[in-house]
Structure formats: structure tokens, C-alpha cells
């Protein structure tokens, strides 16, 4: 039998579609009426937005901001407490002895790492972020995945990065999909709900956007592009049609949801190209680390170098930052 909380979790999902769809909530019939997705327009726009230039005033604004927005992440086999610690002290402290360099946003680590993360990051205000679902694969049974979860939040996650069933949604099952993320959102509870679509695995933009839809419908609170595991993965025209998804359920529902392109974003021009596909996109109101994140284990370094260029017209050397 339901519980109130899962009662609760079904119900504000069914007030997703009925609001977007304009009708009594139905999966079925509002995906059908997703839109198909322009891929040559898709690809020109992504194209002509990442030529545009910004002044070197806006330019270190963008870069200051990229800091704010990344979810530095570790997430290999062989992680330890002592390498999730290190990482911590990267994140509060991404330049140490320069007090102008902002904190990130949230430091992403596997399940079992989360108290270690915790107790690193109390009081910082960096968030702690878990994937939970059988990342990557998402191969496992729904049973395992709501447990998972709970226990990532009881840990101490204030956010949960789910992935979805890509084997149910490609062979048509969007039902078991939804029914997933509602389940998995009942179980994060007051942690926000950051779905991975593996965009990668999806073939084409029609499914993207019909993805990027399906989740938000469900409960995201965030879509995420990938889990940084199989290539491709971000990219800009992936990147923009779920941003452009975003923008209509928002006119649709009013409800804001949040972006996150993760795996392949190094540089600190692809960051600020990313930045300019967002506010082009979206607008100031996702201008902020609440509604969207860079997935990064790579970037930071590159962004500090460049505001060190930026500063003083010249290029530290690498080997005067910490590791990610």
C-alpha cells in the first residue's frame, strides 16, 4: 500500500502533466504531443551562440560564476575517504590564500562516501551531492534503487543524482521510467532530485526532449545531460534542447527546473560557452548555482588558470594547483 509521502509524490506529478499537457494528467498522450526537435536549426544555433565574444569584464564575472555552479566530483572505483577529504578542502577552498575565488557548489561522490563528505563540507555551505540508482548503469532492481537513495540522504546528501532505465525508455516503456523517478523522489525527500538522462544512450534529439519532458514531469528537480561514463557526452546542441525543454515547461507549469551539463566540459571557453547557451536560452532567472551546475572533475583548474590570465595577462603553471 502507497504511503502518504508516495500518495503525496504521485500526486504533484499528475499536476505536472495535467498542467503542462492542459489536460487530466496522461503520460501517454503528453509525451505523443511532445514537439520533434529541428536538429539542423538545433546545430546552427549551438553553433553561431559558441562563437559569441564577451568582454573581459563579463568574462571574469562568467568565470567567477562557473565556480559557483560546478559539482565537483570524484567518482572512480578506488576513491577513498581520504581522497573525498582532499577533495573538500578543493572545494571550499579552490584557490588557497586568495579569499576572492568563490566556494563551488556541491561536491559529488558515491553513496558510501557521503558521511566522509559531510563532515568535511559542515558548515562550508557547499552541498553534498550522491549518485544513487545503479549509477552508472541503472541496472539494477527498483527495489535496490529507492534503498540506495534513503540511504544516501540519511547519510547526509542534499542531493541525489538518479539515473534512468535507458532500456525501458528506448523500447517504448516510458511508464516504468516515470513510475521510477516518482518513486525515487518519494525516497530522496527533502534532498533535490537531479535526473541523469545519459544522453549518449538516447540517439537522437526527438528523444531528449521527450526524456527531459518525461523527467520533469516525474519530479526533477534537475535534468542532468550524463553520467560522465560513456561518450559522447555534454555537448551544446544536446545541452540546448533540453534547455529549450526547460523553457517550455516552465511557461507550462511554472515551474523552474534546474540544467546540468556533466562529462567533457575542461576548458574554461567551453564553460563560458555553456554560460552564454543559458542566458541566451533561459535568461538571468538560471543564472545561479540553484538552477544550473556544471558536472566537473577537470574544470576547476582550468578556470582558475584562466582568471589568473584574465588578472594579470599571463598563465600560471599548472603544477601550482591542486589536483582535482
Given at each position: 500500500?502507497?504511503?502518504?509521502?508516495?500518495?503525496?509524490?504521485?500526486?504533484?506529478?499528475?499536476?505536472?502533466?495535467?498542467?503542462?499537457?492542459?489536460?487530466?494528467?496522461?503520460?501517454?498522450?503528453?509525451?505523443?504531443?511532445?514537439?520533434?526537435?529541428?536538429?539542423?536549426?538545433?546545430?546552427?544555433?549551438?553553433?553561431?551562440?559558441?562563437?559569441?565574444?564577451?568582454?573581459?569584464?563579463?568574462?571574469?564575472?562568467?568565470?567567477?560564476?562557473?565556480?559557483?555552479?560546478?559539482?565537483?566530483?570524484?567518482?572512480?572505483?578506488?576513491?577513498?575517504?581520504?581522497?573525498?577529504?582532499?577533495?573538500?578542502?578543493?572545494?571550499?577552498?579552490?584557490?588557497?590564500?586568495?579569499?576572492?575565488?568563490?566556494?563551488?557548489?556541491?561536491?559529488?561522490?558515491?553513496?558510501?562516501?557521503?558521511?566522509?563528505?559531510?563532515?568535511?563540507?559542515?558548515?562550508?555551505?557547499?552541498?553534498?551531492?550522491?549518485?544513487?540508482?545503479?549509477?552508472?548503469?541503472?541496472?539494477?532492481?527498483?527495489?535496490?534503487?529507492?534503498?540506495?537513495?534513503?540511504?544516501?540522504?540519511?547519510?547526509?546528501?542534499?542531493?541525489?543524482?538518479?539515473?534512468?532505465?535507458?532500456?525501458?525508455?528506448?523500447?517504448?516503456?516510458?511508464?516504468?521510467?516515470?513510475?521510477?523517478?516518482?518513486?525515487?523522489?518519494?525516497?530522496?525527500?527533502?534532498?533535490?532530485?537531479k535526473v541523469i538522462l545519459e544522453t549518449g544512450d538516447l540517439e537522437t534529439y526527438d528523444n531528449v526532449?521527450?526524456?527531459?519532458?518525461?523527467?520533469?514531469?516525474?519530479?526533477?528537480?534537475?535534468?542532468?545531460?550524463?553520467?560522465?561514463?560513456?561518450?559522447?557526452?555534454?555537448?551544446?546542441?544536446?545541452?540546448?534542447?533540453?534547455?529549450?525543454?526547460?523553457?517550455?515547461?516552465?511557461?507550462?507549469?511554472?515551474?523552474?527546473?534546474g540544467i546540468k551539463p556533466a562529462g567533457g566540459i575542461r576548458t574554461a571557453k567551453e564553460a563560458v560557452q555553456y554560460l552564454v547557451v543559458l542566458y541566451e536560452t533561459l535568461g538571468p532567472r538560471w543564472?545561479?548555482?540553484?538552477?544550473?551546475?556544471?558536472?566537473?572533475?577537470?574544470?576547476?583548474?582550468?578556470?582558475?588558470?584562466?582568471?589568473?590570465?584574465?588578472?594579470?595577462?599571463?598563465?600560471?603553471?599548472?603544477?601550482?594547483?591542486?589536483?582535482?
Amino acid at each position: 500500500m502507497a504511503t502518504s509521502a508516495e500518495t503525496a509524490t504521485r500526486a504533484r506529478a499528475q499536476e505536472l502533466i495535467r498542467a503542462f499537457d492542459g489536460r487530466a494528467g496522461n503520460l501517454g498522450r503528453l509525451l505523443g504531443r511532445v514537439t520533434a526537435v529541428d536538429q539542423v536549426g538545433v546545430e546552427e544555433r549551438a553553433a553561431a551562440l559558441r562563437t559569441r565574444s564577451i568582454k573581459k569584464a563579463s568574462k571574469l564575472w562568467a568565470l567567477d560564476l562557473a565556480i559557483r555552479m560546478m559539482d565537483l566530483t570524484t567518482l572512480e572505483g578506488k576513491d577513498t575517504p581520504g581522497k573525498v577529504r582532499a577533495l573538500c578542502v578543493k572545494a571550499i577552498h579552490p584557490q588557497p590564500g586568495d579569499p576572492t575565488i568563490p566556494s563551488v557548489a556541491a561536491v559529488c561522490v558515491y553513496p558510501a562516501l557521503v558521511a566522509d563528505a559531510r563532515d568535511a563540507l559542515r558548515g562550508s555551505g557547499v552541498h553534498v551531492a550522491s549518485v544513487a540508482t545503479g549509477f552508472p548503469s541503472g541496472q539494477t532492481f527498483l527495489e535496490l534503487k529507492v534503498a540506495e537513495t534513503r540511504l544516501a540522504v540519511e547519510a547526509g546528501a542534499d542531493e541525489v543524482d538518479m539515473v534512468i532505465d535507458r532500456n525501458a525508455f528506448l523500447s517504448g516503456d516510458y511508464q516504468t521510467v516515470f513510475e521510477e523517478i516518482v518513486a525515487v523522489k518519494e525516497a530522496a525527500g527533502p534532498a533535490h532530485l537531479k535526473v541523469i538522462l545519459e544522453t549518449g544512450d538516447l540517439e537522437t534529439y526527438d528523444n531528449v526532449r521527450r526524456a527531459s519532458v518525461l523527467a520533469m514531469a516525474a519530479g526533477a528537480d534537475f535534468i542532468k545531460t550524463s553520467t560522465g561514463k560513456i561518450s559522447p557526452a555534454a555537448t551544446l546542441p544536446v545541452t540546448l534542447v533540453m534547455l529549450e525543454a526547460v523553457r517550455d515547461f516552465d511557461r507550462g507549469t511554472g515551474r523552474e527546473i534546474g540544467i546540468k551539463p556533466a562529462g567533457g566540459i575542461r576548458t574554461a571557453k567551453e564553460a563560458v560557452q555553456y554560460l552564454v547557451v543559458l542566458y541566451e536560452t533561459l535568461g538571468p532567472r538560471w543564472m545561479r548555482p540553484e538552477r544550473f551546475r556544471f558536472g566537473a572533475s577537470s574544470l576547476l583548474n582550468d578556470v582558475l588558470m584562466q582568471i589568473e590570465k584574465e588578472r594579470t595577462g599571463r598563465y600560471q603553471d599548472p603544477d601550482d594547483f591542486t589536483l582535482d
